[in-house]
T-cell receptor, first 113, second 112 residues
């Protein structure tokens, strides 16, 4: 199947700094990508829909100024967590659509200290 | 999007067949049913997708009754490595793909 790669796999940052997470579709083009957040023992929560060449669509309750999404090419979407705080520590997962099927990245473990 | 209800957890033993049922009473006419598997600290992995009746692939079968208000994921002869969380998703295609919303999932524990 199609491959979606996230980078980095894990990151530790200091409170108040910004962190960028990349999501790449390696062998296909994806006009639509999704970003999720998952806390321990919980399900994935959809944060936003990333559309190539246009603004992302955020789910209710997700701060668009804190979680900046850029989908500048058909193979790359980035999520930047700005002014990160310990409560932003979580597992962030992206997915990219190929047809009607969603392929997921391996996730990025963010720890804010 | 149709809401889904799954058992929170299930236990099984190696070699047994496991059936996980998902209820989706409000499924719409153009909704598809998709199952994903997730291991700890990994992204979900697609297992199977169907619209009606039965779908089978190399890893699982998906049974969907005529009213489509539920579906059952069947894993034949599970092994320890099948211990994971299994998610049932129901939704319409949007812009050529799914806006995948995850429910709570079912934690499957396979014992030796």
């Amino acid at each position: 199947g199609a491959v979606v790669s996230q980078h980095p796999s894990w990151v530790i940052c200091k409170s108040g700094t910004s962190v960028k997470i990349e999501c790449r579709s390696l062998d296909f083009q994806a006009t639509t990508m999704f970003w999720y957040r998952q806390f321990p023992k919980q399900s994935l929560m959809l944060m936003a829909t990333s559309n190539e060449g246009s603004k992302a669509t955020y789910e209710q309750g997700v701060e668009k100024d804190k979680f900046l999404i850029n989908h500048a090419s058909l193979t790359l979407s980035t999520l930047t967590v700005t002014s990160a705080h310990p409560e932003d520590s979580s597992f962030y997962i992206c997915s990219a659509l190929q047809g009607a099927e969603a392929f997921f990245g391996q996730g990025t473990r963010l720890t804010v200290v | 999007l149709a809401k889904t209800t799954q058992p929170i957890s299930m236990d099984s033993y190696e070699g047994q067949e496991v059936n996980i049922t998902c209820s989706h009473n409000n499924i719409a006419t153009n909704d598809y049913i998709t199952w994903y598997q997730q291991f700890p600290s990994q992204g979900p992995r697609f297992i199977i997708q169907g619209y009606k009746t039965k779908v089978t692939n190399e890893v699982a079968s998906l049974f969907i009754p005529a009213d489509r208000k539920s579906s059952t994921l069947s894993l034949p002869r599970v092994s320890l490595s099948d211990t994971a969380v299994y998610y049932c998703l129901v939704g319409p295609p949007i812009l050529g793909g799914f806006k995948t919303i995850f429910g709570a999932g079912t934690r499957l524990f396979v014992k030796a």
